[in-house]
């Protein structure tokens, strides 16, 4: 796990367009290293602060209850980042993070994240809207979770994965979409509950399944949600 400067960092949106010189000492820091699928990336309770940005892969941020229930809090694509709530302040992992599929990580020292924040107003502006999505997009799923019925809470979560993929519109197609079980640890849920909500989405006319894929037919249907 070395570092590699000749690396294209410019695919991580909160790197790419810095200074030149803010540029280059955040792609001289990195350290580049690969996981196989399943493998665990950071484990909860972790003191290590390292800032974490996925170049190739999908990863998801889980908390296992002692149970052993699985709950989803959010799935990671290429050009995300993640870590820097411990950069920041210094308390161990509250989450756990694992490879859903084989992925290659960057790995910025927590130190070299911190001076880059104070060293590049562009840096700590892009810190700074991605911590307040991060708090606006749990409020919003704190009030589904309390205020939605499961099968609203499905319509919901399909509604956001399209328009965060801009696919809104009819015939889009949603690649590489969770399982239901994994829908059902994102939103409060049993796998059964998401799999006949979604058998129900179907028979409405809202969406089409494909294998590991979703093709939205009626994107109001997404919206028309009993609130």
Known sequence: MTPDPARDIGQFPLLSGLEDAVRQRAARSLRWQHFASGAIVIDRDEEQADVHFLTRGQLLAVYWTRDGREIIFTSMSEGNY???????????????????????????????????????????????????????????????????????????????????????????????????????????????????????MRQDGILRAGRGEIIIADPDGLLDQDL
């Open 82 to 200: 993640f870590g820097e709530l411990t950069a920041l302040d210094g308390v161990p992992r509250s989450l756990c993070v694992y490879a859903r599929t084989a992925a290659e990580l960057a790995i910025m020292p927590a130190a070299v994240f911190r001076e880059l924040i104070r060293d590049s107003g562009l840096f700590r502006d892009r810190v700074l809207a991605g911590l307040t999505h991060r708090v606006r997009d749990l409020t919003e799923r704190m009030c589904q979770l309390t205020s939605l019925s499961v099968p609203d809470r499905v319509k919901a979560f399909v509604l956001r994965r399209a328009v965060q993929a801009d696919c809104l519109r009819p015939g889009a197609v949603l690649r590489d979409f969770p399982t239901h079980a994994e829908i059902a640890a994102q939103i409060g849920a049993n796998r059964e509950a998401v799999s006949r909500a979604l058998s129900a």
